[in-house]
């Protein structure tokens, strides 16, 4: 019996092994809690309810409450989602929260 060897070659990505970071100074972070505080001073300006906007944006309204009151760090796509079902742009905010010092 012929005993077959397969030889693989491949190369070897060696920034796989070294891991990367990104810094999250503290700058972004005080941006990022402004953007959540003045969506929810937009939402209670407009009347709307946690459970009516979870509704609008298919967030849980537990989620929104979290969001709201720093409990939980929302992604990209969860501020955006509020930010749409509350009906406002979100860089019209991200401008305030900036501007804010």
Do not use: H
Request: hydrophobic share 40%; with cysteine.
């Amino acid at each position: 019996m012929a005993q077959y060897i397969t030889t693989v070659k491949y190369p070897v990505n060696l920034f796989s092994l070294i891991p990367f970071y990104v810094a999250s100074g503290s700058k972004q972070r005080a941006i990022c809690a402004q953007v959540i505080r003045l969506l929810r001073e937009e939402r209670v300006k407009r009347g709307i309810s946690k459970y009516s906007l979870s509704a609008q944006c298919g967030l849980a309204q537990q989620t929104i409450s979290y969001v709201e009151r720093g409990l939980r760090q929302p992604s990209f796509e969860t501020i955006l989602r509020i930010a749409d079902g509350i009906g406002i742009k979100l860089e019209d905010v991200l401008k305030r929260a900036r501007a804010v010092k």
